[in-house]
């Protein structure tokens, strides 16, 4: 369903990373579906996961700008009420209503590939989860106040830190990984694929590890 939507509010987070609040209008979506972003009277688009929660009032979109982007810096110029289109909800990585709470989960993600976890936590915030970040330094941290301290474990690949040195996949190759849990991964491709490996050579079963690519 395609409609024409506006900017209600923009979070800026740093020099190349942003959040935009959009009129969710009559979309309804499950946590870790996406839409599809483009300009009124043009064809070009571009896939977003959603950052908010299913029972927000907006819709929540987590954007990097980037320079040989000019799709993501033209919604990064964006002000409150500008208008976008905006056609979906999209995709299959959702939850099993059946594991939201009776199986703990590990969200792994690299980038901006935490917003369909941030949705996840925002729309189910009882449930059992531990959450691995990998980004390249401390100030790439995507707003930590949502998520609880315990529960969040940073892997910083390009500085030294008072969180883990290194990236997601010298965090699961260190520490012992559990046989209980439901994985779901999120970012680029060559992350996605090295942590299936150690996860899958660890015994995880390929039905417990659930994957979006983000390209």
Do not use: W
Not at 82 to 109: N, Q, R, T, W
Not at 110 to 121: A, D, H, L, Q, V
Not at 195 to 202: G, K, P, Q, R, Y
Request: with cysteine; proline share 6%.
């Amino acid at each position: 369903m395609k409609f024409r939507s506006k900017i209600i509010d923009k979070r800026i987070l740093s020099n190349d990373t942003i959040v935009l609040v959009l009129e969710k209008g009559s979309i309804s979506f499950k946590a870790g579906q996406y839409i599809v972003l483009s300009f009124p009277n043009e064809k070009e688009a571009r896939e977003y996961s959603v950052y908010s929660g299913e029972n927000e009032p907006n819709l929540e979109i987590l954007l990097k700008t980037l320079p040989e982007g000019s799709f993501s810096m033209r919604l990064g110029d964006l002000n409150v009420g500008d208008p976008i289109l905006i056609d979906g909800p999209f995709g299959y990585f959702v939850m099993k209503p059946d594991e939201i709470l009776s199986k703990p989960h590990v969200f792994v993600a690299s980038g901006t590939g935490i917003s369909p976890f941030r949705s996840y936590i925002q729309t189910y915030p009882q449930m059992h989860y531990s959450l691995l970040h990998g980004i390249r330094t401390v100030n790439d941290r995507i707003e930590p106040e949502n998520y609880d301290p315990h529960k969040l474990k940073y892997c910083i690949s390009r500085e030294e830190s008072v969180y883990f040195n290194g990236r997601v996949t010298d965090y699961l190759i260190k520490y012992k990984i559990s046989q209980e849990a439901i994985y779901h991964l999120c970012g680029n491709s060559a992350m996605i694929n090295d942590v299936t490996n150690i996860l899958e050579a660890s015994g995880i079963k390929p039905e417990n590890i659930r994957t979006e690519v983000f390209f």
